[in-house]
């Protein structure tokens, strides 16, 4: 599968109060309608902002995705998933070194990643 990830819409470089105040907080989507990379993934796999909002990591939303794997606990986060937060929220990434990073973990993974915008 091929994601787009708008980089007007994209929050990401973690939490700050600097960043917080004009963003928002870093969740799936959060409140001022700004969506980490994995937020926009999953919106594009149709599931619904409304589940998405205020939502801090995929597998609360409680639904079967390409970033969450069903076990007997419930859902739980792929390693993929892990390692894109990781990546998305760490401040010390420049924007095209975080781009390169994510686009090459989706890569692992056979996904395709886009930006725009």
Same mark, same amino acid.
């Given at each position: 599968? *091929?994601?787009?990830? #708008?980089?007007?819409?994209? &929050? ?8 917080? #105040?004009? $963003? ?7 409140? *001022?309608? $700004?969506?980490?990379?994995?937020? =926009?993934?999953?919106? =594009?796999?149709?599931?619904?902002? +409304? ?7 995929? =597998?609360?939303? +409680?639904?079967?995705? /390409?970033?969450? &794997? &069903?076990? $007997?606990?419930?859902?739980? #986060?792929?390693?993929?998933?892990? *390692?894109?937060?990781?990546?998305? #929220? +760490?401040? /010390?990434?420049? +924007? *095209? ?8 973990? $989706? ?11």
């Amino acid at each position: 599968m *091929k994601y787009t990830i #708008d980089r007007q819409t994209w &929050r990401r470089g973690g939490d700050s109060k600097e960043s917080n #105040d004009k $963003f928002g907080n870093t969740y799936l989507l959060n409140p *001022k309608g $700004f969506m980490c990379c994995l937020g =926009q993934c999953l919106l =594009q796999e149709g599931i619904s902002k +409304d589940r998405l909002l205020s939502i801090e990591i995929p =597998q609360d939303v +409680d639904l079967n995705s /390409s970033f969450v &794997r &069903r076990s $007997f606990e419930g859902f739980l #986060d792929t390693s993929l998933s892990i *390692k894109a937060m990781a990546v998305n #929220d +760490d401040p /010390s990434y420049s +924007d *095209k070194a975080r781009e390169e990073e994510l686009t090459k973990l $989706f890569k692992q993974n056979n996904l395709e990643l886009e930006f725009i915008n």
